[in-house]
Every structure is written in structure tokens, then in C-alpha cells.
């Protein structure tokens, strides 16, 4: 019977140095590309997946603008010639064999006109003698009150003579003698005033 000797074998210290060695130097390599990958300058060792981006469309806002206020107010009020009742009826226009309706009492047209002297009542105030002997003139202008019946009613120095009795007589005489057609307002007599001037010259004949 042969016998085996059994030997506890140990690895020498070079071939240890060795693998250490090719291990630490595995591990630079690993780095390295690791860095050169995330540089993309060698391709990754890591699968990759492709990205897919939508565009979403940004929504429009839009601002609805309400419509003006009407006018409430009525711009017309037409009737047919033919007197027919017709209500209100806001916008109308007149148009052909139509007129506008006028309210009762209301005039279209104003028209006025002024008071005028009555030929033959305007006569020359008789001279005051005091004044005539005193060789006193002068022009007295008045301002003349008419009633509707062309009556004069009063009168008012405007600028005197600068004799108070020339002034007086002057008032007098046209209370007294002169008369007006009376002014008419929209075919009505009315009350009214005007103006006119009395002239006392001692050449004036009938004095």
C-alpha cells in the first residue's frame, strides 16, 4: 500500500501581489469609464430610455362685452292723419301720410308783435307857458306802459328834459292823449311797454 503525503499548500506572496494588483487595477477601469460614460464620450453601460414630451395648447380667455343700454325714453310719437287712436310706440319716425302729434294747448310756433302808436293820437304836448316865458326846452325821453287794449297805463322818465315841468307835462299828455294797437303774443292781445321821447322847442307852432 502506497501512502500520499498531505501537504497544507499556501499560495506564494508574488501571486497574491498579482491578483491584489489586477483587482485595484479592475476598479480604476470601472471609474474611469463610469466618467467617460456620464461624458458621453463612451456609450453607458446602463440600458436608456426615450423621453416623450407633449406640447399642451394654452387656452384663450375670452371677455364677452355686454350689449349698450337702450334708450328707454320714447324719440317720437306719430298718429295717422285720419285721427285714429295709436299708442306710443318708442322709435317711430313720421313717414308719409303720417304727422306728429302736438299736445292739446301746446303752440309750434311763438310769435310775438310789439305795440304800435295809433296814427293822429300822437299830437305835441301844449308848451307850459311858465316855461315859454322862461325860454326853457328840452327833450324827455319815457318809457311808455301798454295794457292789452292799447290804453296807456303808465310812464317813466328815462332821461329828463332838465325841467321838472317840462317832464310832468310830458307825462300827462301821453297818459292822456296817446294811444297803441296792443302787442300780440301767438294771436292774443297782451300787456307790454315801449319807448318814445316828447321834444319841447319854443318854435313849435300851435302853443
Known amino acids: 500500500m502506497t501512502s500520499i503525503p498531505y501537504t497544507n499548500a499556501?499560495?506564494?506572496?508574488?501571486?497574491?501581489?498579482?491578483?491584489s494588483i489586477a483587482v485595484v487595477a479592475a476598479l480604476h477601469l470601472a471609474v474611469i469609464y463610469t466618467i467617460l460614460a456620464a461624458l458621453d464620450?463612451?456609450?453607458?453601460?446602463?440600458?436608456?430610455?426615450?423621453?416623450?414630451?407633449?406640447?399642451?395648447?394654452?387656452?384663450?380667455?375670452?371677455v364677452v362685452t355686454p350689449p349698450p343700454p337702450t334708450d328707454p325714453r320714447p324719440r317720437g310719437f306719430v298718429r295717422p292723419t285720419n285721427n285714429s287712436p295709436l299708442p306710443p310706440n318708442p322709435g317711430d319716425h313720421p313717414t308719409t301720410g303720417q304727422e306728429i302729434f302736438t299736445?292739446?294747448?301746446?303752440?309750434?310756433?311763438?310769435?310775438?308783435?310789439?305795440?304800435?302808436?295809433?296814427p293822429g293820437?300822437?299830437?305835441?304836448?301844449?308848451?307850459?307857458?311858465?316855461?315859454?316865458?322862461?325860454?326853457?326846452?328840452?327833450t324827455v325821453q319815457l318809457t311808455i306802459a301798454i295794457d292789452a287794449d292799447g290804453n296807456v297805463t303808465g310812464a317813466s322818465i328815462d332821461r329828463s328834459s332838465g325841467y321838472d315841468s317840462l317832464d310832468a307835462a310830458a307825462i300827462a299828455w301821453v297818459k292822456d292823449h296817446w294811444r297803441y294797437r296792443p302787442a300780440m303774443h301767438n294771436g292774443?292781445?297782451?300787456?307790454?311797454?315801449?319807448?318814445?321821447?316828447?321834444?319841447?322847442?319854443?318854435?313849435?307852432?300851435?302853443?
Do not use: M, Y
Open 10 to 19: 499556501v499560495a506564494p506572496a508574488s501571486e497574491r501581489r498579482t491578483i
Open 41 to 62: 464620450i463612451v456609450p453607458s453601460p446602463l440600458p436608456t430610455h426615450d423621453i416623450t414630451a407633449w406640447i399642451i395648447p394654452e387656452k384663450k380667455v375670452v
Open 103 to 118: 299736445p292739446p294747448g301746446a303752440n309750434p310756433v311763438d310769435t310775438f308783435t310789439s305795440a304800435s302808436s295809433v
Open 121 to 138: 293820437t300822437h299830437t305835441i304836448p301844449a308848451f307850459p307857458p311858465l316855461d315859454r316865458r322862461l325860454s326853457h326846452e328840452g
Open 188 to 207: 292774443v292781445a297782451v300787456a307790454s311797454s315801449t319807448k318814445a321821447s316828447v321834444v319841447f322847442q319854443l318854435t313849435q307852432t300851435g302853443n
